[in-house]
């Protein structure tokens, strides 16, 4: 579930990128957000989904 939050969000966010359409700034945060929880979950040993 996790994983399809990330990767939906780096698809709104590369296109936030090509089109300079960005909803404030708050799909970058969220990107951000969805990467380090992901990351900290591989840190701690837990599967990533």
């Not at 939906?8 to 590369?14: D, G, H, R």
């Not at 090509?18 to 992901?38: D, E, P, Q, R």
């Amino acid at each position: 579930m996790l994983e399809t939050i990330a990767i939906l969000l780096i698809i709104l966010w590369l296109l936030g990128l090509v089109s300079s359409y960005t909803l404030g700034g708050f799909i970058h945060v969220l990107l951000v957000i969805a990467v380090v929880v992901i990351i900290l979950r591989i840190i701690q040993g837990r599967s990533p989904v």
